[in-house]
Structures are given as structure tokens and as C-alpha cells.
């Protein structure tokens, strides 16, 4: 969806409200990569270089979250910066909640978690009924188009779960097949490619193949973090965590940077004011409202 294009009311004197979600396109879809691998290599440099610990570097990513998306709900439009911070953070807590999830507290072996299947099954099911709680409160699915504070929410709830699922499916194809984290990163890169035909060759709904790629990067980006820290002789580019973390900031900012520049010459459209899908009434708008007539 192009922006510039005015929306009209859905209702009399309703007004607009000020978009707080970017719209979906290439460059969302770099941003969220490369935020989901900083998130990736930005635990295991806490975790693991720093020897921070588990349960620190849990508590420091948990609180980072908290700030970010209370922040992010109670602003009144888009602000780059804090929504791809909240991405980030969604990526970091995922990554420990799969991590507890699949095997067990402490980051042990699979023999203290569920194992990376059953942990796939389960946020599958959580997901599930998210997007069915999502539908019964009459909400859209358009994630472009979300103006009321309550689809928002369920917005970051899926965002959320979303990551952490893209882990622990992540984690499955690469240590319960056999994969590694190279021929994963083909197989999931491939899967990535028939999902981009799918929505320009085929009439699969849009929203459906939205949450497919946002899943399937969460473990494209942990490959793409691999890549990057991991010494030479055993396929990476040996950045090391501290390395791979600095450029990938400096990538993501730079990238923020940017498109807070293009919304600045070009900004955001307005949205109608939110009603509710199945009865019609007004919902609490999560942007500032707007009045202005047609």
C-alpha cells in the first residue's frame, strides 16, 4: 500500500488518526532482519562473552522490552526509532524465552526444556489463539492499518510470540535435523523466496504470508548472526559477538536514520478512526486523533 493517498472516515465526524505502524516494505523487511540478527548476537555477547549469565541477561532484555513497547503504545504516531526498538527487544526476549522453553532453565541440554519440536508446537498454538482472540474482537488483520489501542497491543503480543516461535523453529531445523546453521539458512532463505512468488504469482492472503516471513526471519537472521561471529574455520567471518553487534547497530541506525527522513518528506497517511470489524462502534484509537473534513 503506497502512502499519500487519503482514507475517508468510516463513520460521521469520526476523523482520522495518526498511523503508529510503518507500512510493509523492502526496507521493512531489511530493518527487521537485521534488528532480529542484532538481537541474536546481542545475547550470546552478554550471555556468553560477557559471561553475564542467563538469568541477567534475561532480566536486562525483559526490562529493555517493558520500557520500549509502553513507550511505543503510548505514542501518538510512528516514530522509527522506537518501533524498531521494540522489535529488537521482541527479538532479544524470544530468543530467551524459546532458549528456557526448549531447554530448560540455566540454558541447559533439550533433557531440561520440551526439545525445539514440542516448543515449535506449542507457540504454534499460542499464535494460533492470539489470531483467533485478534478476529473475535473485531480487529483487523491489516497490519498496515491498525488504528485502535487494542489492536496494537495484540499487534506486539503476535510480534512477540512471533520471534520466539521463529526461534525455537529455527533452533529444530538446524540441531534436530542435522541441518546446521549453514544448509538451515539455505532452506529457510529458499522458503523465503517461494513465499515473495507466492505474493506476487498467487492470491494466498496477504496477512497470512506477512506472518510466515516475519517467523522465518527470526531464524534467517540468527543464521545471518552466525555468519558473522563465528570464527573463520568453522564458517564465519570471525567478527566475533563484540565486532558483529557494533556493525549490525551501526547498520540498523544508520537504516533508521533514513527512514525517519523519508517520513519526514513523505509523511505517513492518515487512518480512519477505528470501529470494531463485526459491530461497527468506535474503539479507543492508539494515534492522536485527527479532525479535518474530506
Same mark, same amino acid.
Given at each position: 500500500?503506497?502512502?499519500?493517498?487519503?482514507?475517508?472516515?468510516?463513520?460521521?465526524?469520526?476523523?482520522?488518526?495518526?498511523?503508529?505502524?510503518?507500512?510493509?516494505?523492502?526496507?521493512?523487511?531489511?530493518?527487521?532482519?537485521?534488528?532480529?540478527?542484532?538481537?541474536?548476537?546481542?545475547?550470546?555477547?552478554?550471555?556468553?562473552?560477557?559471561?553475564?549469565?542467563?538469568?541477567?541477561?534475561?532480566?536486562?532484555?525483559?526490562?529493555?522490552?517493558?520500557?520500549?513497547?509502553?513507550?511505543?503504545?503510548?505514542?501518538?504516531?510512528?516514530?522509527?526509532?522506537?518501533?524498531?526498538?521494540?522489535?529488537?527487544?521482541?527479538?532479544?526476549?524470544?530468543?530467551?524465552?524459546?532458549?528456557?522453553?526448549?531447554?530448560?532453565?540455566?540454558?541447559?541440554?533439550?533433557?531440561? /526444556?520440551?526439545?525445539?519440536? !514440542?516448543? #515449535?508446537? *506449542? +507457540? $504454534?498454538?499460542? &499464535?494460533? =489463539?492470539?489470531?483467533?482472540?485478534?478476529?473475535?474482537?473485531?480487529?483487523?488483520?491489516?497490519?498496515?492499518?491498525?488504528?485502535?489501542?487494542?489492536?496494537?497491543?495484540?499487534?506486539?503480543?503476535?510480534?512477540?510470540?512471533?520471534?520466539?516461535?521463529?526461534?525455537?523453529?529455527?533452533?529444530?531445523?538446524?540441531?534436530?535435523?542435522?541441518?546446521?546453521?549453514?544448509?538451515?539458512?539455505?532452506?529457510?532463505?529458499?522458503?523465503?523466496?517461494?513465499?515473495?512468488?507466492?505474493?506476487?504469482?498467487?492470491?494466498?492472503? /496477504?496477512?497470512?504470508?506477512? !506472518?510466515? #516471513?516475519? *517467523? +522465518? $526471519?527470526?531464524? &534467517?537472521? =540468527?543464521?545471518?548472526?552466525?555468519?558473522?561471529?563465528?570464527?573463520?574455520?568453522?564458517?564465519?567471518?570471525?567478527?566475533?559477538?563484540?565486532?558483529?553487534?557494533?556493525?549490525?547497530?551501526?547498520?540498523?541506525?544508520?537504516?533508521?536514520?533514513?527512514?525517519?527522513?523519508?517520513?519526514?518528506?513523505?509523511?505517513?497517511?492518515?487512518?480512519?478512526?477505528?470501529?470494531?470489524?463485526?459491530?461497527?462502534?468506535?474503539?479507543?484509537?492508539?494515534?492522536?486523533?485527527?479532525?479535518?473534513?474530506?
Amino acid at each position: 500500500m503506497s502512502s499519500g493517498a487519503m482514507l475517508k472516515p468510516t463513520g460521521p465526524d469520526l476523523g482520522y488518526v495518526m498511523r503508529k505502524l510503518p507500512h510493509v516494505t523492502l526496507l521493512f523487511w531489511i530493518l527487521k532482519i537485521v534488528a532480529v540478527t542484532l538481537g541474536e548476537t546481542a545475547g550470546d555477547l552478554l550471555g556468553i562473552t560477557l559471561k553475564i549469565g542467563y538469568v541477567i541477561t534475561a532480566l536486562i532484555f525483559l526490562a529493555f522490552f517493558l520500557v520500549v513497547v509502553v513507550a511505543q503504545v503510548s505514542a501518538k504516531r510512528f516514530h522509527s526509532a522506537l518501533f524498531w526498538a521494540v522489535v529488537l527487544a521482541t527479538s532479544m526476549v524470544g530468543t530467551e524465552i524459546s532458549d528456557f522453553l526448549n531447554r530448560g532453565f540455566g540454558h541447559g541440554s533439550a533433557q531440561h /526444556g520440551i526439545g525445539y519440536a !514440542w516448543g #515449535a508446537v *506449542i +507457540l $504454534t498454538g499460542i &499464535l494460533a =489463539a492470539i489470531f483467533l482472540v485478534w478476529w473475535r474482537t473485531g480487529q483487523t488483520y491489516d497490519v498496515e492499518n491498525i488504528s485502535s489501542r487494542k489492536g496494537e497491543i495484540l499487534y506486539w503480543i503476535a510480534i512477540l510470540v512471533s520471534n520466539t516461535l521463529g526461534t525455537s523453529s529455527g533452533d529444530w531445523l538446524s540441531d534436530d535435523t542435522g541441518l546446521g546453521f549453514r544448509n538451515a539458512f539455505s532452506v529457510i532463505a529458499g522458503i523465503m523466496v517461494l513465499i515473495v512468488a507466492a505474493h506476487y504469482l498467487t492470491n494466498i492472503n /496477504g496477512m497470512v504470508l506477512f !506472518w510466515l #516471513a516475519f *517467523i +522465518l $526471519t527470526r531464524p &534467517l537472521g =540468527a543464521a545471518g548472526g552466525d555468519s558473522l561471529t563465528k570464527p573463520v574455520d568453522e564458517g564465519g567471518l570471525g567478527w566475533g559477538t563484540l565486532g558483529g553487534s557494533v556493525a549490525l547497530l551501526a547498520l540498523l541506525i544508520g537504516l533508521i536514520i533514513y527512514q525517519t527522513i523519508q517520513v519526514r518528506r513523505q509523511p505517513l497517511e492518515l487512518l480512519p478512526f477505528p470501529v470494531s470489524r463485526l459491530t461497527g462502534q468506535p474503539q479507543q484509537p492508539n494515534g492522536r486523533i485527527i479532525n479535518q473534513t474530506a
